[in-house]
């Protein structure tokens, strides 16, 4: 994949000049991607035994720890990266989702909401925010937040899914029925289309016009909640055999 090619590419640049160090940075990055995690911790912490004025540097030392289950030391490094750059809305954000993976839920709403502060429109930051109001059984409120993003940018097609989801999830099927039809006319093609079709399908126990939908975005992409439903579907119907194959 991209980010095999892209190790072989640091490799040979490293091999070449031994002394650059943004390239152990972006090595560790890469190798991140494809989970070797010991290969990164060792190309960050080569880095960082020489560099300590990085925050992305620390970030990627806190993806690392991450991948450890370590997220004390996530939180440590995150730290550090805001002691050298106090206002990094990257870091805050990280921040926040390691402080919602420890169970520190309102300490990730405090770094999600000075990030909206300083900037109302960071994307990123509304989407950290819908999912801590939905780790707090706020729906509601995280559709809100899926509603911040659409009017930063109205083609945000994840935004207007995930809010669909929302809305099955607290029973409003009408809602979510108004969602698909906006993404049927501005996304047309796309496999969350009838994936969230699929779902809303499943809700009203319209199990074989469910199927249909399913087996739509399956060929469309290899979405594993649309095999996970095409699964129920079939269980629910009986079809034991299909829905095991």
């Known amino acids: 994949g991209k980010y095999d090619s892209a190790e072989k590419e640091l490799l040979k640049a490293l091999k070449l000049n031994p002394s650059f160090q943004e390239a152990h940075v972006a090595l560790a990055k890469a190798y991140i991607y494809t989970r070797k995690i010991d290969e990164a911790s060792k190309e960050i912490n080569t880095y960082l035994a020489r560099t300590t004025s990085n925050p992305e540097a620390y970030e990627v030392a806190a993806a690392v720890s991450a991948g450890k289950k370590d997220l004390l030391a996530a939180e440590e490094y995150l730290h550090k990266a805001l002691e050298v750059s106090p206002g990094r809305a990257a870091s805050k954000i990280f921040l926040a989702e390691i402080y919602l993976s ?7 709403e405090n770094q999600v909401k000075e990030v909206i502060s300083a900037d109302s429109k960071n994307k990123k930051a509304f989407y950290m925010y819908a999912k801590i109001k939905q780790s707090q059984g706020r729906m509601e409120e995280s559709i809100d937040m899926y509603r ?79 095999y996970y439903y095409l699964g129920l579907c079939n269980l629910d119907k009986g079809n034991y055999e299909q829905a095991t194959s």
């Open 148 to 226: 911040k993003i659409l009017e930063i940018d109205p083609k945000d097609v994840t935004a207007e899914f995930e809010m669909g989801l929302a809305y099955i999830d607290v029973k409003k099927i009408d809602k979510a029925r108004e969602v698909l039809d906006n993404m049927d006319k501005k996304h047309k093609g796309r496999p969350e289309v009838p994936y969230l079709r699929g779902l809303i399908l499943f809700n009203e126990r319209k199990l074989d016009e469910a199927i249909g939908s399913l087996q739509e975005t399956v060929k469309k992409a290899g979405i594993p909640g649309a």
């Open 102 to 108: 420890s169970g520190k839920k309102s300490e990730a």
